[in-house]
């Protein structure tokens, strides 16, 4: 019973650096996304998709790229890392029966600290 | 732009003690809202959703009402257990061809037996 698997669940960056944060699920899930948690601020979506090859912006997707090669897959990649991209990251992905259900499964998140 | 507010937390409340959280909503168009829950640690779960005007959602004792006249989804459950502490995070979606989901700022709640 994977569900929405994220890796790493840690990770502490210097700026510059670039990294990738994965995430895969096992429900074939059309709907895949990516959020930021902030404290005081909720979860702020950076990236979805609603298929492969098919991708879109969120509220706050500077400094992020996707891809969608794959229904299981949706790596999120930062470039160069930043101070302000410390945060928590979750993968959470939705089955799209004719439209977006709003009923998201999330993964259990990714703490990235930049140093 | 569509938006979701949450009232202040920490809750701190007894063991067997009335939640109510508030939840007030801007939208334009028919938006369905949510209540997700996050437990220490993990990510958020899905607690109840009503998709239009008057619909009850409701789950685990938990229960939330779509009021369009007063544009507010509050949650409210009857008595609360030690095990209800997490943060509930109120959630709207614009319209099913979106794919966007938008959170209010989250409130937790802690229970004191």
């Known amino acids: ?115 | 732009g569509d938006s979701v507010t949450q009232m202040e937390g920490p809750v701190t409340l007894s063991e067997e003690a009335f939640l109510t959280i508030n939840c007030t909503y801007t939208a334009t168009g028919y938006p369905s809202l949510f209540w997700y829950v996050q437990y220490p640690g993990e990510g958020l779960q899905l607690l109840l959703k009503a998709t239009k005007a008057d619909d009850k959602g409701s789950n685990k004792g938990f229960e939330a009402t779509y009021r369009k006249e007063t544009t507010s989804f509050h949650l409210e459950k009857g008595s609360v257990q030690v095990s209800d502490s997490a943060v509930y995070f109120c959630a709207l979606t614009p319209g099913s061809r979106t794919g966007k989901l938008i959170f209010g700022q989250g409130t937790t709640l802690q229970v004191k037996p």
């Open chain 1, 1 to 115: 019973n994977a569900g929405v698997t994220q890796t790493p669940k840690f990770q502490v960056l210097k700026t510059g650096q670039s990294m990738t944060l994965q995430c895969a699920q096992d429900m074939n899930h059309e709907y895949m996304s990516w959020y930021r948690q902030d404290p005081g601020m909720g979860l702020r979506l950076i990236h979805y998709s609603v298929g492969a090859g098919i991708t879109d912006q969120g509220e706050v997707p500077n400094g992020y790229n996707v891809s969608r090669s794959t229904t299981e897959d949706f790596p999120l990649r930062l470039l160069s890392a930043a101070p302000s991209q410390t945060s928590v990251y979750f993968c959470a992905s939705s089955g799209w029966k004719g439209g977006f259900t709003g009923e998201l499964f999330f993964g259990e998140g990714s703490r990235l600290t930049v140093l």
